[in-house]
Nanobody, 122 residues
Framework: QLQASGGGLVQTGGSLRLSCAAS????????MGWFRQAPGKDREFVAALSGSRDTTHYADAVKGRFTISRDNVKNTVYLQMNSLKPEDTAVYYC?????????????????WGQGTQVTVSS
């Protein structure tokens, strides 16, 4: 199970930190990813962290602004979002999966959290 939290309303240029707490899965060995879905759009990749080597992957739209990290003691993955823009407004979902390739594709993720709303006002 995954439980996402930390969303909210923030002004342009502000910051938010999303959290995703995992239970019932081999957290330290699985890859974790963040995706987002804006109204009327498909779910898109934001960031991912592999399970074995902790390598990170980011969508071009968030590189340099967002940071994904994990705490294997707390079984939690984080998404630190800085310099937020109105186009970052979406429901953010965390996902978990085994394996470390093709992390940007949502179809390979086996478990999903419920989503948390992020709204960036201009």
């Amino acid at each position: 199970q995954l439980q996402a939290s930390g969303g909210g309303l923030v002004q342009t240029g502000g910051s938010l930190r999303l959290s995703c707490a995992a239970s019932g899965l081999p957290f330290s060995r699985w890859a974790m990813g963040w995706f987002r879905q804006a109204p009327g759009k498909d779910r898109e990749f934001v960031a991912a962290l592999s399970g074995s080597r902790d390598t990170t992957h980011y969508a071009d739209a968030v590189k340099g602004r967002f940071t994904i990290s994990r705490d294997n003691v707390k079984n939690t993955v984080y998404l630190q979002m800085n310099s937020l823009k109105p186009e970052d407004t979406a429901v953010y979902y965390c996902g978990a999966r085994p394996g470390g390739s093709n992390l940007q594709y949502s179809r390979y993720y086996q478990i999903w959290g419920q989503g948390t709303q992020v709204t960036v006002s201009s």
